[in-house]
């Protein structure tokens, strides 16, 4: 029997001294707040049968309870980022040690390369790869040299209108990759698979089943699109974290086909 399971870090105390790249800084983060969200989040995950597994906290890191930037997980191996933001490289090590416990290979985008997790959309043997942003050229080549063993097909897509790849798409359960259009820098990527939405923030969801996505409050016209696509729509408000370019996707990294 196997389950889906997926890493956690709870935020920071000083959330509200995370980087800001595209968006301007909110006068105020609430920490309380955040924890809150954090919590009712990782919640969510539990209620359609996840396992979390919490990669102790650095209060002295602001940005680390995006973990999904430490790593790119692809069948059986853990390919370990290196932050484009330097401030954020020390966010690696714990979220490393935990994946190992967990049984996964191990390795490592290593210097010139950068990468963020959050710049890599996976779906049925393509990898597409932000560039342009945290991540660079060596970063990309990196990773697919990496995962070619699964007979995976790396593509670089430009990204400059966000800070990551998947701040601007993600893809649903049937393929389809989606959108808000006048920030992704190049929709003809995915010609014929791309479904523009209405909000920015409805361009992200995360699979918690078969049919059922995790999207963010704050995206109620995306949520009733997809809805009406035959999907069933799980929401969280994460409104503190989107202050400072968070999304759903983001604040995890999902693991399937661990033993349960």
């Not at 920490?31 to 650095?58: C, I, M, N, S």
């Not at 692809?74 to 714990?94: H, N, T, W």
């Not at 109620?220 to 069933?232: D, K, V």
Request: hydrophobic share 45%.
């Amino acid at each position: 029997m196997y389950a889906r399971h997926a890493l956690v870090r709870r935020p920071s105390p000083l959330l509200s001294d995370g980087i800001v790249t595209h968006i301007e800084r909110s006068d105020h983060v609430d920490a309380d707040l955040a924890l809150k969200q954090w919590r009712q989040y990782r919640h969510a995950f539990h209620e359609f049968g996840w396992v979390t597994h919490e990669v102790p906290e650095l209060d002295e890191c602001p940005d680390a309870v995006f973990v999904e930037d430490t790593m790119v997980v692809y069948g059986d191996l853990a390919v370990i980022a290196r932050a484009g933001a330097p401030e954020r490289r020390p966010e690696i090590l714990a979220a490393e040690s935990m994946v190992r416990e967990l049984g996964y290979r191990v390795v490592r985008i290593e210097e010139p390369g950068t990468l963020d997790g959050g710049d890599v959309l996976k779906f049925d043997g393509t990898v597409w790869v932000g560039l342009g942003g945290r991540t660079n050229l060596a970063g990309v080549e990196q990773l697919r040299a990496h995962v070619t063993q699964f007979g995976a097909s790396v593509i670089a897509v430009p990204v400059a209108k966000v800070l990551h790849l998947k701040s601007g798409v993600t893809a649903l359960p049937d393929g389809t990759v989606i959108g808000f259009e006048p920030l992704v820098d190049d929709p003809s990527v995915w010609a014929g698979h791309f479904l523009s939405v209405p909000e920015p923030s409805g361009a992200h969801v995360v699979h918690l089943g078969e049919t059922t996505v995790l999207m963010a409050a704050s995206a109620p016209a995306t949520a009733r699109l997809l809805e009406e696509r035959g999907l069933t729509v799980v929401t969280v408000d994460i409104s503190e974290f989107e202050k400072l370019e968070g999304c759903v996707t983001c604040l995890s990294v999902r693991l399937r086909g661990l033993p349960g």
